[in-house]
Every structure is written in structure tokens, then in C-alpha cells.
């Protein structure tokens, strides 16, 4: 495996822990709106029988949150996520998860392993409106990693590959390539897809 790309939970449970278990196996890592590397603030938190909750009311709520174009969220799409979380065992899953987020998750932190290993070319990427997990968390998470590149897409949610997949495509392929991107001194991509600069560092400075 040259790369390992990971969203969100499973940034924790399966890409960065990954890299710093297997570190032969990785060459360069991919972060989209991740948790598990810093510590996963009380505020963030939420009640777990929201995230199992499966009406197609409850859905569309959820959906709505997880991206900034209220547009994307389609009759269709929510009838499928609706069906998919009806489904034998996944509100027990989805509960689990929550409790997780809430209860056990800052116990599994592994910035402090990333930070041990031998540097890794690592590459945060965030949707600008992320609600679930805020760009400042992302900000938190590059300070902790230091050497680490960020990019904030904007009008994007928690899912900026879902929303403007091209703009995305553009951002990881160069860096899943070369190991970096040419960031300049702060960069944000733009809904246009074009970079703008002096909005927020891109490259981490090394903590004191």
C-alpha cells in the first residue's frame, strides 16, 4: 500500500493507525474532517440515539448536517440511507458508534504515535461549513502534526469528495503523486476551484 486515505472516525481507527502499526506499508497519509488524532472536544459531542435514529425525517435531518448544499439531499438518497440504517443491526451500530465518539474515542488518540514514527507526508483536507467536525478542530489536528499540509474547500461539509468530487480529485491526486502539493504560504480552495491565500496556515509550524 503506497497511501492510505481515511475519512473522518475511521482517520483514527483505520489510516492513522495504519501508518504508525505497519509504517513499511504506508507511504503517505490522507486525512478528510478527521477525528482520533486530537483530543474530540465535549461541545462536538452528541446524543448517540440521534445517529441511530433511521425515519426518513430523522435521514434527511442528519444528511442536511453532513453537507453544506441542502440541494444534493435528494428524496432519493434519503429513501437509501433510510433503508441502509433500517437495516438488521445498524441502529445498534450507529448507537455504538456515538457512545464511542463520546465515551471512548479520546482514550484511542494517535497523534502522539504519527508524531513518533519516521515523518510522513500527510495531507489534511476540510469542508469549509464542516459542522460535525469544525475546521478548527482541523487547525488542532495540523498543529499536532507538524509538518502536515491542509487545505479547507469551501462550500463543502463533511464531505467535500461527495459535494465537489473534481475540486477534490485535484487537491489528493498531485499529493497522492508527489508526496506534497504546492500550497504557497496559506491555501483554500475556493468553490471555483482556484486557490485564494492568507486565510489559514498550510503547512504546520513545529510545536515548542
Known amino acids: 500500500m503506497d497511501f492510505s486515505s481515511s475519512y473522518s472516525l475511521n482517520s483514527s481507527v483505520l489510516g492513522a493507525t495504519l501508518a504508525t502499526r505497519r509504517p513499511g506499508l504506508v507511504r503517505s497519509l490522507v486525512l478528510v474532517g478527521a477525528v482520533g488524532i486530537v483530543e474530540f472536544p465535549l461541545h462536538l459531542q452528541r446524543d ?7 425515519s426518513p425525517t430523522a435521514i434527511r435531518r442528519k444528511l442536511e448536517v453532513l453537507v453544506a448544499d441542502r440541494s444534493l439531499v435528494t428524496d432519493a438518497w434519503v429513501r437509501e440511507e433510510s433503508m441502509i440504517n433500517s437495516s438488521p443491526g445498524a441502529a445498534e451500530s450507529l448507537r455504538r458508534i456515538g457512545e464511542y465518539l463520546n465515551d471512548g474515542l479520546n482514550g484511542d488518540l494517535v497523534g502522539a504515535l504519527l508524531r513518533g514514527r519516521e515523518p510522513l507526508p500527510t495531507l489534511l483536507v476540510w469542508g469549509a461549513d464542516d459542522v460535525w467536525v469544525p475546521p478548527e478542530h482541523g487547525r488542532a489536528t495540523q498543529v499536532a502534526l507538524p509538518g502536515t499540509q491542509f487545505v479547507l ?8 469528495y461527495f459535494e465537489w468530487p473534481q475540486r477534490f480529485v485535484e487537491i489528493v491526486g498531485p499529493f497522492l503523486r508527489d508526496g506534497h502539493i504546492d ?3 496559506d491555501y483554500v480552495m475556493s468553490a471555483t476551484g482556484k486557490e485564494q491565500h492568507d486565510v489559514m496556515s ?7
Not at 448517540?48 to 433511521?54: F, M, T, V
Not at 498550510?202 to 515548542?208: C, D, F, G, I, S
Open 48 to 54: 448517540p440515539k440521534l445517529l441511530s435514529e433511521a
Open 153 to 160: 474547500m469551501e462550500r463543502c461539509g463533511h464531505a467535500p
Open 183 to 185: 500550497l504557497g504560504a
Open 202 to 208: 498550510a503547512t504546520a509550524k513545529e510545536q515548542p
